[in-house]
């Protein structure tokens, strides 16, 4: 298999683990990070705690160039630092996989507050965009060093926005099975969106309301009920748009759910972390696409605002407003 050239935009928990996997497995990968975890990366490389095994490599993190792949593993709503600084990294097919929860912003074009401004649909062309939907439980523990808590278990499925699978779209997933790293291709990846909304709307809005990890949400059978009635309304949702989620690719542990019993969700590590949150994509988006099929969301109805006056209340987030 030929080497590629990656990119990480954002090597945080997720993307830290990608470069540490793709980078052991001899490819040319470069990292964009901030602060202590960037400078241990540029001096020491990166290294990813996979079980028993220590997984490490190499990482450039200047002077990076045009790229045949870039993971984008911002949160979505920092992907305007990335649109700002795109331009360098894209060539005519480069694969740009945007990897975050939620709706993504070129799934749903006509809801402004993925893409304020339409900066990244100016900044990425359409046929380089590709879908990323991750499994993978993992946290930075000490600058550099990630831990991944689902060994065995991590998948990443990949899929441009329009379906047509182009060569590049292939060799990345080659990559990334060479590497370890679970991505099997999917029929559509608006499967795998959902399937992972699915997942995310009964665990990590709960979560974040009751400051408890997953298992806390399985383990009380009132919450376990609450949760199983917004997984079927996600459902719902995505069938009225045409989405079977059964078609979905598995983890390799079969399923969708992580195995990490006692982990915070994303949503609740960036509560309790003062980082800001995605409200939009995660809450809001599925009740727009909810609104556009006239299906019925009475749990999410309720949860969407509870969650979000929780994350205003520190400052977390802020309702989009369109411009007049």
Known sequence: MA?????IFGAGAVG????????????????????????AMRARGVKLLHGDEVIAGRVRTADLGVQDAVFVTLKANALDGFADAAAPLLGPATAVVFAQNGIPWWYAEDLPALDPGG?????????????GVVYSANEVVEPGVIRNFVPGNNMLVIGDADNRDPPVVRELR???????????????????VWAKLVQNLGSASLCLLTETTTSGITEDPELK??????????????????????RAPHRP???????????KPSMLQDYLKGRPMEIEAQLVAPLAFARAANVATPTLDIVLPLAAHKAM?????????APA
């Open 3 to 7: 080497q590629m050239r990656i990119c």
């Open 225 to 246: 009920a609450l949760s199983a009635r917004m997984k079927s309304e996600a459902q719902a949702i995505a069938a009225a748009h045409g989405v079977d989620i059964a």
């Open 174 to 192: 080659r990559a990334l099975e060479a590497s370890g790293m679970s991505s099997p291709p999917p029929q559509d990846i608006r499967q795998a």
């Open 119 to 131: 900066k990244l649909r100016n900044s990425v062309p359409r046929r380089n965009v590709v879908g």
């Open 313 to 321: 209340a520190k400052g977390l987030y802020r309702p989009f407003s």
């Open 253 to 263: 542990g079969g399923g969708h759910v992580s195995g990490a019993i006692g982990h």
């Open 16 to 39: 830290g683990h990608l470069a540490a996997r793709l980078a052991a497995g001899g490819h040319e990968v470069s990292v964009v990070a901030r602060g202590a975890h960037l400078e």
